[in-house]
C-alpha cells in the first residue's frame, strides 16, 4: 500500500515540475514577443 502513495507522490511532483517549467516558457515567450 504504501509504494502506491510514494508511486503517486513521485508522479504529482513530476507533473508539478513539468507545468512549472511549461509556465516559465510561456512567460519567457511572450516576454520575447513584447522586445520585437
Not at 508522479?11 to 508539478?16: L, V
Not at 513539468?18 to 513584447?34: A, D, T
Amino acid at each position: 500500500m504504501k509504494n502506491i502513495i510514494l508511486r503517486e507522490r513521485i508522479i504529482s511532483s513530476e507533473i508539478d515540475k513539468s507545468v512549472k517549467s511549461s509556465n516559465i516558457n510561456l512567460i519567457r515567450y511572450n516576454e520575447e514577443k513584447k522586445i520585437i
